[in-house]
């Protein structure tokens, strides 16, 4: 196959990157660098079965030649990001995913949409499946990001039942795993990061929010499978083991040999954060045969080694 990956130099885009290439594809990476960057697919520079494109793909997308599947993960996709990035994270959401359907559409490709586990917002039905319809605050600053995914969701689903396009829908959940960025504000690399340095881990609140690890090998290979089975509607992808925040700092710090403990601040929560993340994964084990396999505290000492070298 001939695939093009948009966002492919970010953190799950250069893994998929990576897989595709191992299964002897050819890749096209499409990343403007916003957020992604070329140190994760620097590897891969020279290799006949491999281009990189900075391209940002709200605007027009020329690709040469066939393509047998597009693959759009291109999106900030950290609070932190999108954030910064409102405008910007819209955009992608929208006319990226506009200009990625058109281009799969004219090419006769397969299209996988990355979506997410925020299409859910601040869930009031636990846990979530993907027949749960949300609750989420447009409004909110939490909305750039969950409604550019909405909106992308029903896009995607228009051009498959309008103009008869191929698609998948993945919503992914909370992953970690190496090239996630030391900066990017979420809980695996802000605790990683202090306790490598020496520091407490920083809890805000009480520490009971809950959240689910699933390690970036175990999502590859679901999303793999997705793509090439016959599921048009959105399928889960995580890790359905649940664990409090001061649970993970626990974790973080026994396996890093951290003796600085933790210390509360008080809860600093943007609004509409979700108090609880967990996937009900039933459908991908269904249809897909699929559920995580490594196991927490293997994969964390991937991604600390990982951050190591960074710090």
Request: glycine share 8%; proline share 6%; aromatic share 8%.
């Amino acid at each position: 196959m001939r695939v093009l990956i948009t966002g492919g130099a970010g953190f799950l885009g250069s893994h998929l990157c990576d897989r595709f290439l191992a299964e002897k594809h050819s890749v096209i990476c499409m990343d403007n660098l916003i957020t992604g960057s070329t140190r994760n697919i620097e590897h891969l520079a020279g290799r006949d079965n491999f281009l990189f494109v900075k391209h940002d793909v709200t605007n027009y997308i020329y690709v040469e030649g066939p393509l047998d599947a597009v693959l759009h993960f291109a999106s900030p996709a950290s609070p932190i990001d999108y954030l910064n990035l409102p405008i910007q994270t819209l955009k992608v959401g929208a006319l990226g995913t506009h200009k990625t359907l058109g281009l799969a559409k004219d090419k006769g490709a397969k299209y996988l949409l990355a979506s997410t586990s925020e299409v859910y917002g601040d869930p009031q039905v636990h846990p979530q499946p993907e027949s749960y319809w949300g609750h989420v605050n447009p409004i909110g600053p939490r909305g750039v990001y969950d409604e550019s995914k909405r909106f992308a969701e029903a896009m995607t689903m228009a051009y498959h039942r309008y103009h008869g396009v191929d698609t998948r829908i993945v919503r992914i959940f909370n992953t970690q795993g190496p090239r996630m960025r030391l900066e990017d504000g979420r809980v695996v690399p802000n605790f990683v990061a202090q306790a490598l340095r020496g520091e407490p881990l920083t809890i805000y609140g009480d520490g009971q929010q809950t959240r689910s690890f699933c390690y970036v090998d175990d999502l590859i290979e679901g999303i793999y499978r997705l793509l090439f089975s016959d599921e048009h509607e959105p399928v889960n992808l995580g890790n359905p083991t649940e664990l409090s925040i001061l649970e993970f700092a626990e974790v973080i710090n026994r396996l890093t040999g951290s003796t600085a403990g933790v210390v509360y601040q008080p809860e600093k929560r943007i609004q509409d954060d979700p108090q609880t993340r967990q996937p009900d994964i039933s459908k991908a084990k269904q249809l897909l045969g699929w559920e995580p396999k490594v196991p927490l505290e293997d994969g964390l000492r991937r991604t600390i080694e990982h951050f190591r070298t960074r710090i």
